[in-house]
């Protein structure tokens, strides 16, 4: 992908910024092409649009909003500066700002079930977390404002999202957010680590080609501005 279209992972789903010169024709068919060829990554995604000072009609969101759709992806909202593509926007029913958003935070993120941890003794150093001592099947969802950690795989189709660290002692196959809360100090740790979707805080990724990768533990930290994985040393 080149930088005229640039991802960045924010709390109500994906934040896709297209430059604002170059022909819209062809920089829609090349955001197309790219959701086509990470179909797993994009599929159930909610996209918020940035174009800048780009003007667009309503027919052209409305084309753009009918691909993402059959692609299932469903448009939240366009940021726009120009008066024209706001009023485009505000046609189609959509949001023109992400405060007007913030009643979507937390949605698709409910835990599957209560995994509460007993209390830590005061004389104990350390921090709350949820352990889950089975596979996370796809379906499946854990939401944790500590750590989590997974003694089995996840799936794909599963998800967590942790406000600390996750911790995966098997395959990590599904999507996974650490530093939910914004803590770019957060790590995603697996024996096997080819997630469809992993986030650190505000930032995104997507996992190689995992059958080009030799499986070992890894770790996923935020460094230079970018999430890297290095070797995860037991």
């Known amino acids: 992908m080149d ?3 640039t991802l960045k992972g924010i709390k109500q789903g994906l934040l896709v910024t297209v430059k604002p010169d170059g022909r819209w024709t062809e920089l829609s068919s090349r955001l197309m092409t790219l959701i086509d060829s990470q179909s797993s990554f994009f599929r159930g995604a909610q996209v918020t649009l940035s174009l800048g000072e780009r003007e667009l009609r309503r027919h052209e969101l409305a084309n753009l909003q009918t691909a993402l759709a059959k692609r299932d992806v469903t448009l939240l909202a366009v940021l726009s500066n120009s008066a024209m593509t706001q009023a485009s926007t505000r046609k189609l029913g959509l949001e023109t700002q992400l405060e007007a958003l913030a009643h979507l935070e937390g949605k698709g993120l409910e835990p599957v079930q209560s995994l509460r941890p007993p209390p830590i003794d005061p004389e104990e150093h350390g921090t709350t977390g949820v352990l889950v001592k089975r ?10 404002h500590g750590h989590v950690v997974v003694v089995g795989d996840v799936n794909a ?5 942790a406000d ?3 911790i995966v002692w098997g395959h ?12 770019e100090g957060a790590v995603v740790c697996a024996l096997h680590l080819a997630p469809t979707q992993l986030r650190i805080a505000g930032y995104i990724t997507i996992s190689p080609d995992e059958r080009r990768r030799k499986p070992r533990p890894e770790m996923a930290l935020v460094r230079n501005g970018r999430i890297e994985a290095e070797s995860w040393e037991l």
């Open 164 to 166: 600390g660290d996750i």
């Open 135 to 144: 596979t996370l099947r796809n379906g499946r969802t854990v939401h944790s």
């Open 172 to 183: 990590l196959r599904g999507t996974v957010h650490a530093g939910a809360n914004g803590d």
């Open 157 to 161: 189709g599963a998800m967590i999202v």
């Open 3 to 5: 930088d005229s279209i």
